[in-house]
């Protein structure tokens, strides 16, 4: 019987319906690994290609957000980094890599997804997926940035973590997808879609900004419809909400989004402020 918490490689080689993403040797798969976006940006360094699909079922040292550490049960989540050389500017990475999410979940699991700003992945507002994407320059000063996606998948979750100072149940904060559909899902079939989504979402970048319509970034039509399908995705918007910025927290009602994707907070005082970075606390309700 196949061991389900060894990826199926082999499988995945033959269905990946992609031109390049994760394909031939552009799939690499260590069944252990420290982190899969460290491997891939050293990988960067040695092979020149875009498109490289680094997998695997476990990480000893994963990498989350703001220096956090993302730890995984063995075999049960889905653990990819995606090498990608992009000619767009750099912040739509984060709207590719979370609506590609969005894509592959919606369409396996078939239960509504939505993100809270930045690039947390939700369903029934508990955490099922974080993105850490991590960028450098190569020898020609061109972008090399790695898109770091873990989606937690099958298992139960159990045990507590610390939020903000606090130590709360788990299973209260993030979920599984197994949880959320009622049985395991493939994390194959997952990520057939997810990268099928990747390519699809890059190759449409990459083509407006070889051959751009207008001289104008802001009216390139496939960056404005991305950005218009992420934020409609975004269920951060409309909400009070508190950003933890290391020690130091802003309050406000997250009002919009800006071309750049940072997040336009109305405080209390009537200021709006312009976040870039941190980690969003939504209030219930
Ligand atoms: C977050 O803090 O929400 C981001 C978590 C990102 C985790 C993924 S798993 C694959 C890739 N490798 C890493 O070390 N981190 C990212």
């Not at 319906?17 to 394909?23: A, D, L, R």
């Not at 405080?267 to 606390?281: A, F, H, K, M, P």
């Amino acid at each position: 019987m196949q061991d389900v918490t060894r990826l199926n490689i082999n499988d995945l080689r033959q269905a990946v319906g992609t031109h390049i993403v994760g394909v031939g040797t552009r799939l690499v798969y260590v069944p252990e690994v420290e982190s899969t976006n460290t491997l891939a940006m050293k990988l960067a360094r040695e092979r020149p290609e875009e498109g490289l699909v680094v997998l695997t079922d476990s990480q000893t040292a994963g990498k989350g957000r703001q220096g956090r550490r993302w730890v995984d049960t063995p075999g049960c989540n889905i653990i990819s980094s995606t090498l990608l050389r992009p000619l767009f500017p750099p912040h739509l990475l984060v709207m590719i890599a979370s609506l590609a999410v969005v894509e592959a979940i919606e369409r396996v699991c078939g239960v509504q997804v939505a993100l809270k700003w930045p690039n947390d992945v939700l369903v029934a507002e508990r955490k099922v997926c974080g993105i850490l994407i991590e960028t450098s320059h190569d020898q020609d000063g061109c972008l090399v940035a790695v898109l770091g996606i873990g989606i937690n998948a099958n298992g139960q979750l159990q045990g507590r973590v610390e939020q903000k100072g606090m130590e709360v149940e788990l299973a209260t904060v993030a979920t599984t997808l197994e949880i959320v559909c009622g049985h395991p899902v493939s994390r194959e079939e997952i990520l057939i879609h997810l990268l099928a989504a990747l390519e699809k979402e890059y190759f449409a970048l990459q083509q407006e900004a070889i051959e751009p319509p207008v001289v104008t970034s802001w009216a390139r039509p496939v960056a404005r419809l991305l950005r218009e399908r992420w934020q409609s995705h975004l269920t951060t918007l409309g909400r009070t909400i508190k950003v933890h910025q290391g020690d130091s927290v802003v309050e406000g009602v997250a009002e919009a989004v800006n071309d750049n994707g940072e997040l336009l907070l109305r405080r209390d005082s009537g200021e709006l402020v312009c976040i870039t970075w941190g980690v969003v606390e939504h209030f219930p309700g």
